[in-house]
């Protein structure tokens, strides 16, 4: 049997440069000088709560708006991604298609629009229907398709002239777990082939099984950015997953002791412990056994994006 091909190697030449970007509205600064390099070939996540600037900012980058302040540089080039429209998909995170046309009419016009002829863009269509389920739905009127099937349209829209860069807001919102996870493999497929993906998103789990690097931002200030890898190692900590079956015994009194614990995320049955400097987690673990708790799981493990994200962020997400 033939080994598959590795994936190719993210390239070091960034596809997209942000310098000190900023953006203003009406006293407001929802993007305050933004600098951020995505390179060719990864997934990058651009992670923030609701309100911290991540739409305005993939705008900036598609010249739907101008910022006020800092350069934008796509391709080596500078300006935004208006005069690269054929080399850049984009998703906008307020979905919208000709609701009365038909779902491949409107594809291949989609496609048109974007220098596609009209075979290929056909042909492209039909095989991205087949590829996300919706052939039974090719010649039924966008109206008719459910807000799912609808999103998966939007997304064939934005792949069909096969782009070099594709920027998704919030590409997972609106999907069922089922076809979440069909859209996470369809973009994996297309890191594979070479493709630069840069989305937004709000939600960490997302974010940590599918970016290679991400930039965290809040009240649009970037609070870190970097490889994944090294922003968990950095910001991490050292960290215990505890699970717990039936009883907690004196967890609590446990938890409490700041020579063993310097922080908890405690729910009951499931607690996330980040120990104390020089904390030996043995010895966490015969206190726990001796105070009558009775475990189902003891994991040291490194700290989830979520749990960095959380930290970092804090009140700013409340105030956003």
């Not at 033939?2 to 953006?23: C, E, F, G, H, N």
């Not at 290929?120 to 807000?147: F, Y």
């Not at 349209?153 to 998704?168: A, C, E, G, K, R």
């Not at 973009?187 to 998103?201: E, P």
Request: proline residues 5%; neutral net charge; contains cysteine.
């Amino acid at each position: 049997m033939t080994a598959p091909s590795p994936s190719p190697s993210p390239s070091p030449t960034p596809i997209l440069i942000l310098d000190r970007v900023s953006k203003r509205f009406a006293g407001h600064t929802a993007v305050d000088e933004l600098s951020l390099s995505v390179p060719s070939g990864v997934i990058y996540g651009l992670l923030g709560p609701n309100g911290a600037g991540k739409t305005t900012t993939l705008r900036m980058i598609m010249d739907i708006l101008e910022p006020d302040g800092g350069t934008v540089r796509v391709f080596g080039e500078p300006g935004g991604g208006r005069a690269h429209a054929e080399r850049i998909g984009y998703l906008p995170e307020e979905r919208g298609l000709y609701r009365k046309m038909r779902v491949l009419d409107v594809l291949v016009f989609l496609g048109e629009m974007k220098g596609t002829d009209r075979r290929r863009a056909r042909q492209r269509a039909e095989e991205w229907l087949a590829r996300l389920g919706l052939t039974e739905w090719r010649l039924r009127r966008i109206d008719e398709l459910s807000k799912g099937m609808q999103q998966k349209v939007q997304f064939i829209s934005t792949v069909l002239h096969d782009p070099d860069l594709l920027v998704l807001d919030e590409p997972f919102s609106g999907l069922d777990p089922v076809n979440t996870q069909v859209m996470k493999d369809t973009v994996l497929d297309l890191r594979h082939r070479g493709k630069t993906i840069l989305f937004s998103t709000h939600i960490m789990e997302q974010a940590e099984k599918l970016c290679e690097q991400l930039c965290i931002i809040a009240r649009g200030r970037k609070l870190v950015d970097g490889a994944l890898a090294d922003i968990k190692r950095t910001h991490g900590g050292h960290h215990l997953v505890l699970g717990f079956d039936g009883s907690l015994g004196g967890a609590a009194q446990v938890f409490a002791d700041q020579t063993l614990v310097s922080n908890v995320d405690n729910y009951g049955q499931y607690a996330e412990v980040e120990l104390a400097a020089g904390a030996d987690p043995q010895q966490i673990l015969q206190r726990l056994v001796a105070s009558g708790a009775r475990l189902s799981r003891f994991e040291l493990q490194e700290a989830s994006l979520n749990k960095i994200f959380i930290d970092l962020v804090g009140a700013e997400a409340v105030r956003a």
